[in-house]
């Protein structure tokens, strides 16, 4: 009798040598033979999830797998930590053109918007400060714009929590990793474009197709703009995105990647409104633009990859790829500096040249093995990233006018005038990793990883000719989970993650602190229905960050005592519950506290609750054959800046969008998406009494057409 086991399983325990360990899926196959005594065979053959197919072929709002914390991929409910994945189905439904437009509306995450790309993305308290692609990181910043466009990506995978098996210098709040599309094995190609309210225009081309005639080489083109006048005066915004790729299969079992990334941004900035002298939101038309008809802000960043893939015979995978980023920003803008007080404020300005470099490889080895009569599977890998950033900026008081002549202010180059900070950081780390998945029993899989990781962090001040470094070999992150499945739909797990964050503050001696340290303990439970087609996940975790630089009275240094508790609560669900009918929806629920040290002004503007709903329905054959509709709520309770500041109190809201699409035939469609369908008045974030009160977008709508080749 022969069948086969109905998951593939991805779990791991480290191996710690001073090596470390990672964790994919394997695939296993059971045969048994029936006679008088039972025989059972169980044959290794590798991981099906090695091969997963890409959200734009599977289609819908879920896949069965995620890369992200794993570096091959594993299924859903084979990784013990709080995982999201946005597909292209979901991005494309609702008009998602940049990372922090679709963190806005994505369960767990929580955006302080500035202007488009150059928005503060946030889970669990603390802001993604690295944005992976293919699992390579480089630093992301708003003030920088690094912020990405997705017209390159087939979808976004968010994990939350601290991940220092694999990003061990990252920040608490976990990783998001941006999966590349690939060429393709046969032509494809489509043509997008969109107009909308605030003369909002996206053109997005992507062609993909083999290159030569057996189809070993394949390449991929895209090339989307996009340009806005936003809904504030003079807060226009510009996005390109050029991105090319060629696969080469070397031989049956290697293939070859190569990719470039341009992404170019081009945007006046908005900072926002002021309040009263009392913190008092004030009631200003949303078109209201507290700033210089001068502001400036651009931004380019070019990313190369090299990617090279073998299949073993013996079921085992191993991958080596790099990514090197080098990126350019430069602002010079005025905003509010104060309250409004009799109809004049304070002119603060605000200027900047960042220059970014960031070199990120890894080389990875994962295979399933046998074990106690299951399967199992070990990664190990090895990586290394340097992120090099020379920032000259300059802040300055421009003086004060009546607000009514904010836009019409006399130009002023604020960096060659009041410059007063220039340095250079880096941030430097090789490592060793593993993690071992291994299954006693079925059911039930224990994973351990450890991470060995040598750094080097300095921070060269140009202004003071100082130069502060510290450096560390050998430091542990360990890694730790269980899964146990109760029956074939719900699978309940546990785990304990570690990471660690280099500081740039210095103490009394001009030495730089030794780094944060954040732990999370995590519990929850998964479920898989209909066939994989619908996932859910409920969790509860407990975070801590140790060591963070707190002020010391009266002095220009820092110490390291602080320390921070995080805890919440989180329910997501994503994917089909029947086949034309998709849904993603979650809540969140976040509690915050200061242990020791400095209060956290982003911690207060994280709302204690958060909903998220999208759901899209697509009429079977019939008279409404062809039509599809959806609609969409984003809600928050309330929340506020610090107390004494002064405190700034938002209200909480709930904004309700809605879609409605037409395909006119196998190549054509069409579609119509309403945002904020009942006009709430709103603030989206509240930050200081002159700057950062950033009203939600009124109510406006998009229409867009698609041609697919």
């Known amino acids: 009798m022969t069948s086969s086991f109905q998951r593939f399983r991805h779990w791991g325990w480290p191996v710690a040598l001073g090596l470390s360990l990672t964790a994919s899926g394997s695939g296993v196959w059971a045969q048994e033979t029936s006679g008088d005594t039972a025989l059972r065979t169980l044959t290794v053959k590798g991981n099906r999830l090695y091969e997963m197919l890409p959200s734009e072929v599977t289609g819908g709002y879920t896949v069965d797998a995620a890369t992200v914390g794993t570096k091959t991929p594993a299924s859903l409910r084979d990784i013990p930590q709080s995982i999201s994945v946005v597909t292209r189905d979901a991005i494309e439904d609702q008009n998602f053109d940049t990372l922090d437009e679709m963190a806005k509306r994505t369960p767990g995450m929580r955006v302080l918007p500035n202007d488009s790309g150059r928005s503060s993305i946030y889970s669990r308290g603390y802001e993604y400060d690295e944005y992976n692609i293919d699992g390579l990181p480089a630093p992301m910043s708003s003030i920088s714009g690094s912020v990405p466009n997705l017209a390159a990506f087939d979808r976004v995978e968010i994990m939350r929590g601290p991940s220092g098996l694999f990003n061990s210098t990252s920040e608490m709040g976990g990783i998001v990793n941006l999966v590349r599309k690939r060429p393709t094995e046969t032509f494809q190609g489509h043509v997008t474009g969109r107009y909308g309210s605030w003369d909002k225009r996206y053109l997005e081309s992507d062609l993909s197709g083999p290159i030569t005639s057996d189809g070993r080489v394949r390449g991929r083109l895209v090339v989307a703009d996009s340009d806005s006048n936003g809904f504030a005066d003079h807060n226009e915004n510009q996005h390109q995105t050029f991105y090319g790729a060629i696969d080469a299969d070397l031989d049956d079992a290697t293939t070859l990647s190569l990719a470039f990334l341009r992404q170019h941004r081009d945007l006046v900035p908005n900072n926002g409104l002021p309040t009263d002298a009392n913190g008092n939101l004030l009631d200003f038309t949303r078109s209201t633009f507290v700033g210089a008809d001068w502001n400036d802000f651009t931004m380019q960043s070019n990313d190369w990859f090299a990617e090279l893939t073998h299949r073993f015979a013996n079921g085992g995978y191993g991958r080596f790829a790099a990514r090197y980023s080098d990126r350019n920003a430069s602002y010079n803008y005025a905003f509010g500096g104060s309250a409004l007080d009799a109809g004049s404020l304070s002119i603060a300005g605000n200027a900047a040249d960042i220059d970014q470099q960031a070199l990120s490889m890894d080389a990875s080895y994962s295979q399933p093995f046998e074990a106690m009569g299951n399967v199992s599977e070990f990664v190990v890998g090895t990586d290394y990233k340097r992120f090099e950033t020379d920032n000259a900026s300059a802040r300055a008081n421009l003086g004060t006018t009546a607000l009514a002549d904010f836009n019409d202010i006399a130009y002023v180059d604020i960096l060659d005038n009041y410059l007063n900070s220039d340095t250079r950081q880096t941030l430097e780390e090789y490592g060793l990793y593993g993690k071992v998945t291994f299954r006693p029993v079925q059911p039930f899989a224990l994973i351990v990883g450890g991470r060995v990781s040598s750094y080097r962090v300095g921070l060269s001040d140009h202004l003071n000719s100082e130069r502060y470094t510290r450096d560390d070999d050998g430091k542990f992150t360990g890694y730790a989970g269980a899964v146990f499945d109760l029956d074939s739909y719900h699978t309940l797990y546990a785990s304990y993650s570690q990471v660690f964050k280099p500081q740039t503050e210095y103490n009394a001696n001009g030495d730089l602190l030794k780094p944060r ?81 400095d209060l956290d002004s982003t911690f207060a503007l994280m709302p204690h609750n958060t909903v998220n709903l999208w759901t899209q329905y697509a009429f079977a054959p019939g008279p409404l054959d062809g039509w599809h509709v959806g609609g969409g709520v984003t809600a928050m309770s309330n929340f506020h800046t610090l107390s004494n500041a002064p405190r700034i109190n938002a209200p909480g809201y709930a904004i309700v969008d809605a879609m409605v699409g037409y395909d006119f035939s196998s190549h054509l469609s069409g579609q119509l998406n309403f945002n904020n369908i009942f006009d709430r008045d709103y603030y989206y974030r509240v930050g200081s009494v002159g700057t950062f009160n950033m009203y939600g977008a009124p109510s406006n709508v998009v229409a867009s057409l698609r041609y697919d080749f």
């Open 517 to 597: 340290e954040g732990e999370q303990y995590e519990v929850g439970i998964k479920g898989s229905y209909f066939g994989g087609d619908l996932n859910a996940r409920i969790s509860a975790f407990r975070l801590y960050d140790d060591n963070y630089a707190a002020a010391v009275a009266n002095e220009d240094y820092s110490a390291d005592i602080g320390k921070r508790r995080i805890q919440g609560a989180e329910f997501e669900v994503t994917g089909a519950l029947t086949p034309q009918w998709d849904i993603i929806a979650g809540y969140t629920y976040l509690d915050t506290e200061v242990e020791r040290g």
